[in-house]
Each structure stands twice: as structure tokens, then as C-alpha cells.
């Protein structure tokens, strides 16, 4: 009997589930997701995708090949799309919310695609735009400038140049062109946009890293060009061993939630933002403190925008003064508005304490859920949806795992209207947060006593696997 009961539990759930999954074949290879208004989007090798957000019903598809990036303007009620153009070459350009073109396109440039960039939409001088993160941009207009954040105006999708609305754009020291940053993920918080990333050396991992810019104070004077963007390493401890390489983060409650793994297991840190800026000024001060055997000299970034211009500052520890009253806002702590013509590449990392550790998983993505800053989402590289109640600070327990049907491998994982979005490289799933089968107290009016017992019973068992 017992072995019946899930059984049919199993052909419940999967009837049920199979009504929430959209093949994605149409799209093609390394897909990318986007979830807006009533409607979701899929992109990939082959197309763009529109799908009715509720009923997963395609609306429309369009051939374009290699969409990396779709984003919307929410002012313009318009879609962002970047996609490849061949031989290395990539564009972004304008799209109605019916995938019809607008003649607005961005200037080309070419992109490391064997990475997958990052792409942030945020408000950047005053303007909505696009930050644009891959361990390689270059741009066609300025070709000796090989990038790895590159900026857009969403308006017009011109690259922001050096002049009055100058944001920022970030470039690789060129006589250390093996070493690669790859992009993770990325968030505007209050005034400033920042970037999760890990280092590599001669595709040798070597450290994570949190960097940050600010989002407006970006302007070319008769002072300079006035940068912000500096980081600093990350370390998340657990049990004598320091997970040191990051799978994603986001921002949730006041506090930056981050996944590291090493090769078996994963973790989950939070880091209190205060706490971050208040490390981030330390490690600046430390960085340009005066009478140094060896100068300040950054491993990977050169120096922006004009390789002419020197730091001719440094800071005296004693009292926290500059020896150049020019530059002396840089020992502030939001660091915006420096004339520096220098990215601060902090070495003494931040390590903090795992509130939640998985054994033979790997945790590859994290999402919140809308308006609830005590539940974290979390999928792994097993095709486990795991819920997560942060009962404080320090502690995360789960509530429910859930093992998605078909491909485990999991591209990305979103969440809107209490609705997660799973996108893996063969489907789109839905699951709803509020779900019986993804509640284990069974308090949704919806499914009967009956069949939410047989429910709960074979999520159980399936728990009980993992135990």
C-alpha cells in the first residue's frame, strides 16, 4: 500500500508539474531567461522567445542568433536584446514587447562569449543604462581598450564616451592578458552597482572577488576623469576550510548573500553591507598608505582612462591624511567623485562565518522571494530546488528540496509574484512558491486533505534520501 500511495503521489505531481514546462528547443544552446510584466522571454543559439507568463502558451518566436542578454525598458515598454553577430562580434539593440525591431541599435564590439556575461540593468549618471561584465570587450571605436565592464545608455544605446555623461568602463592590464575575470553575478544597492567575480591565472582559479563602482558621480572636468571602482577578495569559512570560489549572490535584507563551493560541497554566506563598506575603506587606506617599500600597483587593471596619469597620493595611517589635498575624498567611504585615474585592487580579503552548508552538492544559483526577506531559494548542480528559512543572522534551515524533472543542469533560477522560474538547457519550469507539494505544513486551501498527505508523504520519502 505504501508503495502505492507513491506511486500515484509520483504520477500526481508529475501531471500536474508537466502542465508548468516549456520545451525550449526552439531557442537553442546556452539560453538565457528574462521575466517581465505578463510575459517571459527565452533567448539562445537560435531565437527569442515570447511565453504567456501563466500559461507558458509561445506567442511568438523570432530567428536571431546567439542572444546573450534581454533585458526591458521599463520607460520605453521596450526590449533590450544583445546578441552575436558572427566572428566575434556582438550588438545590442531595441525590441517591441512583440519582438518586432526598432531602428535603435548599439555601436558593435567584440565579447568573450565562452563565458556567459553579466548584464545589470541600474540607473548610472542619472540615467537608466546597461552594465555590461565578460572577461573580454573591446570596443570598435576605441580598439587599443580591451575591456571587461562595458556601459550602455539605454536611451539611445550609445556607448557612454569620455565626456559630460561618462559612466564607466573597465580595462585589463595588457601585459597580464592571461589572467581572466569571470562574472557571476551582479546588483545595484543604493549608490552603487556591484560585481561578483573569480579570478583566474592561466585558467587556474585563484581568489573571488566583490568589486564596486558608484552609480552616477561620473563626469569629466578640468580636474579629471573621477573613478570609483575598487574590490576586495571573499572568503566563506566553515569548519576550518575557506570556500573561496563564488556561485552566485544577491542582496536580501540589508545584507549581501553569497554561495561558494569547493570541489564537493557548497556554502552560504551573508555579509552585512555596512560591514562590506567599512572594509572596503580599510582596505583602501591600507592599499595607499605612505612610505610603502613598494609602490601601489594594481596585478590586473591598468589605469583609467589615460595610462599618462600616475596616483600621486598616499595616505598616512596615524592620522588618515592625504599627502595630496587633490585626492584626499579617496579615504571616504563611498569613494565617489575620486580623482585618482586609478582601480584599487584590494588584497586582505573579507572572510565570514557560512550560515549554511550543503555535502555533495554544489549550490549554482540563488534567488529571493518577492517582498520576503525570510525565505532564500536556492538550486544545485544535483536539479534540487531548495527553500531556505533564515531564522536569523546566522542560521539557515530547510524547509523543502525538490527535485526538478528532466535536465538537472540548471542555467538560471528566478522569482516573480512568488512564482520560480527554472531554466535549464533543455526546459523552462514554473514552481509556484505556495505550492503544496513545495509547503511543507500543508496549509494551501487548494488540494484536498487527501491528496496533500499523499503529497507530503512522498516528499518525505525523497527528503529522506538525502539525509
Not at 512583440?98 to 563565458?115: A, G, R, V
Not at 597580464?176 to 583566474?200: D, K
Not at 523543502?400 to 543542469?409: A, C, D, K, P, R
Request: proline share 2%.
Amino acid at each position: 500500500m505504501k508503495s502505492e500511495i507513491y506511486i500515484f503521489a509520483w504520477l500526481f505531481i508529475s501531471i500536474t508539474f508537466s502542465r508548468n514546462v516549456y520545451d525550449i528547443h526552439k531557442v537553442g544552446h546556452r539560453p538565457v531567461l528574462s521575466v517581465e510584466g505578463d510575459n517571459v522571454y527565452v533567448g539562445g543559439e537560435l531565437g527569442l522567445v515570447k511565453l504567456d507568463k501563466k500559461s507558458f502558451e509561445e506567442l511568438k518566436f523570432i530567428s536571431v542568433q546567439n542572444v546573450w542578454a534581454v533585458l526591458v525598458d521599463d520607460d520605453a515598454n521596450l526590449l533590450i536584446v544583445c546578441s552575436s553577430l558572427g566572428d566575434g562580434k556582438s550588438q545590442c539593440h531595441k525590441m517591441t514587447l512583440n519582438l518586432k525591431e526598432k531602428d535603435i541599435t548599439s555601436e558593435q564590439f567584440m565579447i568573450d562569449l565562452n563565458t556567459p556575461p553579466l548584464s545589470i540593468k541600474c540607473r548610472l549618471s542619472d540615467e537608466i543604462g546597461i552594465v555590461i561584465a565578460a572577461p573580454y570587450i573591446k570596443s570598435f571605436t576605441n580598439r587599443k581598450d580591451s575591456k571587461t565592464i562595458y556601459s550602455l545608455q539605454i536611451r539611445s544605446l550609445d556607448e557612454f564616451m569620455y565626456s559630460s555623461n561618462t559612466v564607466y568602463q573597465l580595462g585589463y592590464n595588457e601585459n597580464l592578458n592571461r589572467s581572466q575575470m569571470t562574472y557571476i553575478a551582479g546588483f545595484e544597492h543604493e549608490q552603487f552597482v556591484y560585481f561578483l567575480y573569480n579570478v583566474y591565472l592561466n585558467d587556474k582559479f585563484i581568489e573571488a572577488k566583490l568589486g564596486k563602482m558608484c552609480a552616477s558621480h561620473h563626469t569629466y572636468s578640468s580636474t579629471g576623469f573621477r573613478t570609483s571602482y575598487e574590490d576586495i577578495p571573499l572568503v566563506c569559512y566553515h569548519e576550518h576550510v575557506n570556500y573561496t570560489k563564488i556561485e552566485d549572490g544577491l542582496v536580501l535584507n540589508g545584507k549581501m548573500v553569497a554561495a561558494f563551493s569547493n570541489m564537493e560541497s557548497s556554502v552560504i554566506c551573508s555579509f552585512s553591507i555596512k560591514e562590506l563598506a567599512k572594509r572596503f575603506l580599510d582596505s583602501r587606506i591600507n592599499i595607499l598608505r605612505c612610505n610603502q617599500k613598494t609602490g601601489w600597483k594594481n596585478r590586473s587593471f591598468k589605469p583609467d582612462p589615460f595610462s599618462a596619469w600616475q596616483p600621486k597620493t598616499c595616505i598616512h595611517l596615524n592620522n588618515n591624511t592625504c599627502a595630496e589635498s587633490m585626492v584626499c575624498n579617496v579615504i571616504k567611504g563611498d569613494f565617489c567623485n575620486t580623482v585618482l585615474y586609478y582601480t584599487i585592487e584590494g588584497v586582505d580579503p573579507i572572510v565570514s562565518s557560512a550560515v549554511y552548508k550543503t555535502t555533495r552538492r554544489v549550490l549554482r544559483h540563488l534567488t529571493k522571494v518577492d517582498s520576503n526577506d525570510r525565505v532564500l531559494i536556492a538550486a544545485t548542480n544535483s536539479g534540487h530546488i531548495i527553500k531556505l528559512n533564515i531564522s536569523s543572522s546566522y542560521s539557515y534551515t530547510v524547509d523543502v528540496e525538490y527535485e526538478i524533472t528532466g535536465s538537472h543542469n540548471i542555467v538560471d533560477l528566478q522569482t516573480r509574484n512568488r512564482t520560480i522560474y527554472i531554466l535549464t538547457d533543455t526546459e523552462l519550469q514554473r514552481l509556484d512558491v505556495d505550492d503544496w507539494f513545495f509547503d511543507n505544513d500543508c496549509s494551501i486551501p487548494e488540494p484536498s486533505i487527501y491528496i496533500c498527505t499523499i503529497a507530503l508523504l512522498y516528499i518525505r520519502s525523497v527528503l529522506g534520501e538525502f539525509v
